[in-house]
């Protein structure tokens, strides 16, 4: 039966400032606002294990907290202006889906050719270059998805601030994008069984992982952040103990007679030089590192589903931060100093094999860690099939949601999870099949290639959205002050992160027409490379020109945006600034703490 919240349930601090709206309207005739509580339902029914959890939701739940209530004359419409995916998501899951989520075979195993097509100084450049775009992307999302935690996160706000048939080619294409991958990891992840001698054929693995993402989908929005918190832990415990390993072996602190029991210093950076493969190799590596990057997005997809992203997003922001210093730039210079970028070994067509954690550990001559690296590129590659199964269930719902998907993909069920969205991403699992054959591999890069520039459009699209963001806010007589997070680059950081994100634009068409410097001599093969990088770009304006035609929509004056719908935080500047000095008097090691990793 559907329930309704009746009374005000114990605990649960976050949602203190929800609990406080409902308040409001009590004595109203004593009756329900009309929002689902489903802490009335039975503990199975929440986790998703009950016939009962998959029946629609009858309400939103209102559990996004509110900041300047007294500022409201109509709170009753501001609560049921709510996604109707429960808050599930806590702040750890957050933080570690910020600083570690979506780390890959990008890299654990992409870094090792491009190393060797840039070199040391060229694989830095790139991994830096690409981090400060991430930085700012993620500044952006910060600012608009604390203020606006819609469902469909920079979708919808795409569709808002920029234009309604760009945002439905940019979700379509998103929602493709993670569509596609699901059975691509499933693959990988079965064929990198391989590493330890079995009988077991790869068909089996690839059954067997695809079953447990299944499984861990069944349990919701916990069950994929739960096996995001433990599977990031896992990856920074890793690369944790790479970097330790990898200071020890550049000190020259290895066994002695091994390769690294003498320091080695910045030889193999003096030996490569700038750029050894020219200005194509650059490039390759640019590609490479956007890929390595790919998924950090998708916080702005989970700040629907926290409680509270005005508590939680700043920090999790700020852990990308980290996660650009600590996880690739300080990986990435231990393996240009230990590795030469002319070492076969990077060549290899084995994941496992070309991986440079790998073949690091593997030169140190340390028993057992090997088996762990193996382990955890795997553990990983299973974690961006779940996550490519959130985040694409999730654009799809919001598609539903505003008219360009089938309505019956906007159902959300009693336990959070947006089922029929769920059930057509994974639907595309069973493709994983598909590198079984002979051309394999070859059908999942055309497959791939319909989608390639994906990422690199939604990361341009946030930017202007954020550009657009803060001229609507502006030109409707609005302060920066009011904003509960503010950009750390404002609209400057954005048009850095769109300047790179032409860079990387160029790059790739670079590299694609000149992947040795030269054209190549089979003009098919020139062809082929060049469609394979680019064929999502005709992809994407067909769609643009489909939105268009069906919904006749144009992009709005920056004064007829809409600034109030899904807004939860409407505190004035002077609130804001009393909330700031307050702050202020902190002693010095909580502001700094606040600074680096917290709100």
């Not at 009950?50 to 300047?68: D, H, N, Y």
């Not at 079953?211 to 433990?230: D, H, Q, R």
């Not at 290899?348 to 073949?359: E, V, Y």
Request: overall charge positive; glycine content about 10%.
């Amino acid at each position: 039966m559907s329930v309704f919240l009746q009374e005000k349930p114990k605990g649960n601090s976050d949602k203190a400032s929800y609990y406080s709206l409902r308040s409001e309207f009590s004595g109203h005739g004593g009756n329900s606002i009309g929002l689902y509580d489903p802490s009335q339902e039975s503990k199975w029914t929440r986790l998703g294990l009950s016939w009962e959890s998959f029946k629609r939701a009858p309400g939103t739940t209102g559990g996004l907290a509110v900041s300047g209530q007294d500022n409201l004359d109509d709170l009753e419409k501001l609560m049921m202006d709510a996604p109707m995916l429960q808050q599930k998501i806590k702040p750890r899951h957050l933080t570690m889906i910020a600083v570690a989520g979506s780390v890959g075979t990008g890299l654990f195993v992409g870094t090792g050719s491009a190393l060797a097509a840039g070199g040391p100084i060229g694989l830095l450049i790139a991994y830096l270059l690409v981090g400060v775009l991430l930085i700012n992307v993620t500044q952006a999302i910060g600012e608009m998805s604390i203020m606006y935690p819609v469902s469909g996160g920079f979708y919808t706000l795409a569709g808002r601030f920029l234009d309604q048939s760009g945002a439905f080619a940019m979700g379509w294409n998103y929602a493709w994008a993670w569509a596609i991958t699901l059975p691509l990891e499933i693959y990988v992840a079965g064929s990198l069984m391989s590493y330890w001698p079995t009988a077991i054929p790869t068909g089996v693995w690839i059954t067997l992982f695809w079953l447990v993402i299944v499984i861990i989908t069944v349990f919701g929005t916990l069950g994929f952040a739960e096996e995001e918190f433990w599977s990031s832990c896992l990856k920074l415990l890793v690369i944790t103990i790479f970097i330790v390993v990898g200071i020890v072996c550049i000190a020259g602190a290895g066994p002695p007679q091994d390769v690294f029991s003498t320091p080695i210093g910045n030889q193999n950076w003096q030996k490569a030089g700038f750029l050894p493969n020219g200005f194509s190799g650059f490039c390759a590596v640019f590609v490479t590192a956007a890929f390595s990057f790919g998924g950090t997005e998708l916080i702005g997809l989970a700040a629907a589903e926290t409680p509270n992203p005005r508590q939680t997003m700043p920090g999790a922001v700020k852990g990308t931060f980290w996660r650009v210093i600590l996880v690739y730039v300080a990986t990435v210079v231990i393996i240009g100093t230990l590795l030469p970028y002319n070492d076969p070994r990077l060549r290899l067509s084995d994941p496992t094999a070309a991986s440079p954690f790998i073949l690091i550990l593997e030169d140190a001559k340390i028993p057992g860690l090997t088996d762990l690296v193996v382990v955890t590129i795997i553990v990983s590659v299973v974690s961006i099939g779940v996550s490519s199964v959130y985040a694409g269930s999730r654009t799809i719902t919001a598609l539903a949601e505003q008219g360009y998907a089938p309505k019956f993909f906007a159902y959300v069920d009693k336990s959070s999870r947006p089922l029929f969205s769920v059930l057509l991403i994974l639907g595309f699992a069973p493709l994983a099949y598909i590198g079984l054959a002979a051309a394999g591999e070859q059908i999942f890069q055309w497959m791939l290639a319909l989608s390639g520039l994906g990422t690199l459009a939604t990361w341009l699209s946030i930017c202007f959205c954020h550009i657009r963001f803060r001229q609507a806010w502006r030109a409707q007589g609005h302060s920066v002050e009011e904003l509960p997070f503010r950009a750390l680059g404002g609209t400057i950081g954005s048009w850095i992160g769109v300047v790179i994100i032409i860079l990387v634009f160029i790059g790739q068409f670079y590299f694609a027409l000149f992947p040795r410097g030269t054209l190549l001599a089979d003009p098919l093969k020139a062809v082929e490379n060049f469609f394979s990088a680019f064929l999502a770009i005709p992809i994407m304006i067909i769609f643009a020109v489909v939105g268009y035609l069906w919904k006749r929509t144009v992009p709005k004056k920056v004064h007829e945006i809409d600034l109030d719908g899904g807004r939860k935080c409407w505190l004035t500047a002077e609130q804001m600034r009393e909330y700031r000095a307050e702050r202020r008097r902190a002693p010095i090691h909580i502001r700094a703490y606040r600074l680096l990793f917290s709100n």
